[in-house]
């Protein structure tokens, strides 16, 4: 393979295939069942803080746990009105061309100021599956590892925006995948194999992180590349929001280190981004990474958004709403017991087991006015059904304790409704 070194060990030589027919199979009929019970593909419109008025149910308000805004910005009015007051500025919402012709200014200057805020080269794309997908096959390609093309390796429960494109780099290297934060396993491959690329989530979206620290450890000893999906860690970590991952490594970004990041979610824009560490990456990825090359950017009321973001990140409001973050989300461990007990992440797994019952715990609680998500495969394997929940700032302390009770009720009836 070109490339290849005389010191990397060969892995077995499989394809990647594609599992959309079995998993359609086996999802189908618990997709019905949430559909059928109002849990999936609503809409609604904001009633302030975390409160949604359910269209279909007559405007009926519910408290919404589902929304990954952890700091509740995502109707901040600062960011609402930066969005209002680019598109007047403009007079456009987008430009149809790709990133590669022509950009408005003012996605210029955001890139700019989130380079600034981030200590990073900062490229912003639509979301950040396009980000992944921008990013994932130059890292096979070998030209962000000194020509050598890296074993790729996935974290078992990276994201699917993650996942989806092993196949794709398969055409190009060689692709492996470890069990979930198997760290060992990973240190075996790089010892067996001269350039290793890692790509993992900062903070899992079912909950759980990544061990930087060590991360960083196998990165001095073994040059380890290090991919980083930080979608649900910006924001809510680092004195300007700048995420788990990036706040954990000081100084400038490595050429060993890229970080995608969302500009929704905690950030409360709309989009996602890049981090990169120096310029030929940055030119690189503006030239033949697929969602720069042949898409198009942000609209303006997302970059509009997103600018206004970007400067209360720089306020000492930011870190109130950190701290506020982290008082809701301890009052919700107070009053219910789930695997992430104790974590400064804000997302709460109610692990049930059978997807029915899962989907019959989620409901319930909407029917006492609260929104959660029902998981069931393929969001997390099979037989690992449950209920997800985000506590935010946005929320109140009695929004939490009334979820809080809510869950408790629901899991006393499950348990007795299986009872002979």
């Not at 975390?50 to 269209?55: D, E, P």
């Not at 590892?145 to 780099?169: E, M, N, R, S, Y």
């Not at 087991?353 to 069931?376: K, M, V």
């Amino acid at each position: 393979m070109a490339g290849e070194t005389s010191g990397q060990a060969r892995l077995p030589t499989k394809s990647i295939p594609r599992n959309t027919a079995s998993l359609i199979q086996h999802a189908q009929t618990h997709f019905d069942a949430a559909h059928f019970h109002g849990l999936m593909a609503i809409y609604g419109r904001p009633l302030g803080d975390r409160a949604v008025a359910l269209r279909h149910d007559g405007g009926r308000p519910v408290v919404d746990f589902v929304r990954c805004s952890y700091l509740g910005l995502d109707n901040h009015p600062q960011i609402v009105a930066g969005a209002i007051e680019a598109l007047k500025e403009y007079g456009a919402l987008h430009w149809s061309c790709a990133r590669t012709r022509l950009n408005f200014s003012i996605l210029g200057d955001l890139e700019e100021a989130l380079s600034d805020l981030f200590r990073a080269r900062v490229i912003t794309y639509t979301t950040v599956l396009a980000a992944n997908m921008s990013a994932l096959p130059l890292i096979a390609s070998g030209h962000l590892t000194g020509g050598t093309k890296p074993v790729v390796v996935f974290d078992h429960f990276a994201h699917a925006t993650l996942a989806f494109h092993k196949g794709t780099i398969a055409a190009e290297t060689r692709v492996a995948t470890i069990a979930h934060n198997d760290l060992d396993a990973l240190e075996t491959l790089c010892q067996a194999n001269s350039c290793v690329a890692f790509i993992c989530d900062g903070v899992y979206s079912m909950g759980g992180n990544v061990d930087i620290a060590q991360l960083r450890w196998l990165q001095d000893r073994y040059g380890l590349f290090l991919y980083i999906d930080d979608a649900h860690g910006v924001s809510i970590f680092g004195e300007h929001g700048e995420g788990f991952a990036r706040s954990q490594i000081d100084g400038p970004l490595s050429d060993r280190t890229v970080i995608a990041a969302s500009l929704g979610k905690g950030f409360g824009a709309s989009g996602g981004l890049l981090m990169l560490g120096t310029a030929r990456q940055e030119e690189l990825f503006r030239r033949f990474a697929v969602a720069h090359a042949f898409s198009a950017s942000l609209n303006v009321a997302a970059i509009g958004a997103a600018m206004a973001s970007q400067m209360l990140h720089r306020t000492d409001e930011l870190a109130k709403l950190q701290r506020r973050l982290r008082s809701r989300t301890a009052l919700f461990d107070s009053l219910v017991a789930t695997g992430q007990q104790g974590s400064p992440l804000p997302i709460r797994t109610l692990e049930i087991g059978d997807e029915l019952t899962a989907i019959a715990a989620a409901r319930a609680l909407l029917d006492r006015s609260f929104y959660t998500s029902a998981i069931f495969f393929p969001t997390v394997a099979r037989g690992r059904a449950g209920v997800r929940l985000c506590p935010t700032a946005g929320h109140s302390e009695d929004d939490i304790r009334a979820v809080g009770g809510a869950i408790n009720n629901v899991l006393v009836e499950l348990e007795e409704a299986r009872r002979p």
